[in-house]
C-alpha cells in the first residue's frame, strides 16, 4: 500500500513528516489542523511498522524519566542475571561508546533534572491525550489505575505502606499470587495502534496525505542548507519543511544533513493473549521481572525486557513466551487463553536517554522529533504541539533547550542559525 489518501499525490507540501508512528502521527495533526499541509511518509506497508505496533499501553507519567538513573544502574546487573533477564547487552559495533554516555547521564546531578522535566512533559501530554479523547480522537483511552506488585515483600523506605496479597486481590481477583504492591490510581490505558489511525484519520480529515511503502533516498538542499526536497523511492516531494520522527531511521537520515543522533534500539518483546474482558481489571507491573501485563479492548498484553546490540540481528520470539510464564506466576489465568500475537521491536534510545525535539542548526527548515524510547505514546501529543508552535510561530518552550537535537553534534552546538519556516 503506497498512499491511504488521495489517488494524486501531492508533489508539494509545507511541511513533509518522515515517520508515521505515533510522535510522527501526533505531529503530522498538530501541523495539519494548524493550517498547514502536510505529506507524512513512511517505509512501512501500513500503522504500526515500527515500535508503535504494540508496548504496555499505559500512560504512567510519573514513571517517565530518563532511560538511566543511578537506581536502575544499580538494579541492572540483577536484571541482568534474571531468568528470563530483564536487560541483556550483546556486543555490537559503537554499542560501548553508546552505553559509556548512557551511564554517565546517569549521574544524578543530569539525571534528577531530566527525571522532572521529563514527567513536566508527560504529565502535560496526558492531558492533551484526555483531551483528544473528550473530541472523540482517542477511542482507547480510559482511566484504569495500575498496581505495581512484588513476588517477594519489598524493602524500603515504602515498604510499610504497601498494601498485602488480601488487599491486592480485592482489587483485581485475577492476581492470586503476590507478596505485596501499591496500587497507583492516576494512570491510563491506551492502545498505541489505535492512537496512532485516530491521529492520521484527524489528519487526514485536515488535507494531510499519508503515503506507506515510501523508502526516503536523500535530501535536495539549497546553498543555505534548506531541503528543498524529499527524494523518495515513489517519487519526490517538494517541501518548506521536514520533521524526522523516523524512530531508529532518524539517526541515519539526519547524517545526510551532518547531525549526530546517537540513538540505538532497545528491543523489547510483547505477546498478547486472547483473553475476555473480565480477565484482568487494571494493568499490573510486576517490579521485580520489569514486566508489565495490561488489559485492552479486545486482549491482554504482557510485554516487558530491554536489549541492546540486537538491531541487526532478528528477535527471537521465544522469549516473549517466557514473559507469559512470568506474569502466570503472578497471574495463572493468563495461561488459560490462546496467545494471539507474538512481537518484538526495536524502542528507539539517546545516548542520554532523553528525546531529541526542536529544531536544528544543520538546517533552517528541519525538525526533529526523534529517540523517545519506551515513552513515545505518552508524549506524543505534545512533541507534536511543541514542533508546531516553534516551526510556524517561532514559539520558543524551555523544554527545547534542553530537548536540544543538536547537543551531540558540537559544531552545530553554537551555531545561531535555528531559523524554522
Known amino acids: 500500500m503506497k498512499s491511504e489518501s488521495s489517488p494524486s499525490p501531492k508533489s508539494r507540501a509545507d511541511v513533509v513528516v518522515i515517520g508515521a508512528g505515533a510522535v510522527g502521527a501526533a505531529t503530522a495533526r498538530a501541523f495539519a489542523v494548524a493550517g498547514a499541509s502536510v505529506v507524512v511518509l513512511d517505509k512501512a506497508p501500513q500503522i504500526g511498522g515500527g515500535c508503535s505496533y504494540a508496548n504496555a499501553g499505559i500512560l504512567a507519567p510519573d514513571h517517565v524519566g530518563p532511560l538511566a538513573t543511578p537506581a536502575l544502574l544499580r538494579e541492572a546487573p540483577v536484571q541482568m542475571l534474571r531468568r528470563p533477564p530483564a536487560v541483556r547487552v550483546r556486543p555490537a559495533r559503537g554499542l560501548g561508546g553508546w552505553l559509556a554516555g548512557l551511564t554517565a547521564s546517569a549521574a544524578p546531578g543530569r539525571s534528577n533534572p531530566a527525571t522532572a522535566r521529563l514527567q513536566y512533559l508527560a504529565h502535560a501530554s496526558t492531558q492533551l491525550h484526555i483531551d483528544l479523547a473528550a473530541q472523540g480522537l482517542n477511542p482507547t483511552l480510559r482511566k484504569s489505575g495500575a498496581l505495581d506488585v512484588y513476588l517477594k515483600q519489598p524493602r524500603g523506605a515504602n515498604a510499610d505502606a504497601a498494601l498485602t496479597a488480601a488487599e491486592l486481590r480485592i482489587i483485581e481477583p485475577a492476581l ?15 492502545e498505541s495502534r489505535t492512537f496512532v489511525k485516530s491521529m492520521l484519520d484527524d489528519a487526514r480529515q485536515h ?22 526536497t524529499v527524494e523518495t523511492d515513489q517519487g519526490t516531494v517538494a517541501t518548506g519543511h521536514v520533521v524526522l520522527a523516523g524512530g531508529l531511521e532518524s539517526s ?32 499490573v507491573r510486576l517490579k ?3 514486566v508489565v501485563v495490561t488489559p485492552l479492548p479486545d486482549r491482554v498484553r504482557v510485554c516487558g525486557s530491554i536489549e ?9 520470539l521465544a522469549r ?21 500475537d507474538r512481537w518484538a521491536g526495536e524502542r528507539p534510545c539517546t545516548r542520554d536517554g532523553v528525546p531529541f525535539i526542536g529544531a536544528t542548526a544543520a538546517s533552517p527548515n528541519v525538525s526533529i ?53
Open 308 to 316: 541492546f546490540g540486537n538491531e541487526s540481528r532478528s528477535a527471537d
Open 176 to 190: 492470586t499470587q503476590a507478596a505485596a504492591g501499591f496500587k497507583k490510581n492516576d494512570e491510563w490505558t491506551l
Open 288 to 290: 521485580e521481572h520489569r
Open 252 to 283: 541515519e537520515l539526519s547524517a545526510q544533513l551532518g547531525l549526530n543522533l546517537p540513538i540505538r534500539g532497545g528491543r523489547g518483546y510483547v505477546i498478547d493473549i486472547a483473553a475476555p474482558p473480565e480477565a484482568l481489571q487494571i494493568p
Open 207 to 228: 488535507g494531510a496525505e499519508v503515503r506507506y511503502s515510501t523508502e526516503i533516498q536523500r535530501f535536495g538542499r539549497d546553498q543555505h542548507g534548506r531541503i528543498q
Open 320 to 340: 516473549a513466551d517466557r514473559l507469559l510464564a512470568v506474569a502466570a506466576q503472578a497471574i495463572p489465568t493468563l495461561l488459560d487463553y490462546p496467545v494471539m
Open 369 to 421: 522529533a526523534a529517540g523517545h524510547g519506551m515513552w513515545g505514546l505518552i508524549l506524543a501529543p505534545i512533541t507534536g504541539d511543541l514542533l508546531r508552535d516553534q516551526a510556524l510561530e517561532g514559539i520558543e518552550a524551555p523544554a527545547l533547550e534542553w530537548l536540544d537535537p543538536d547537543r551531540f553534534t558540537p559544531q552545530l552546538r553554537n551555531r545561531d542559525v535555528k531559523r524554522v519556516s
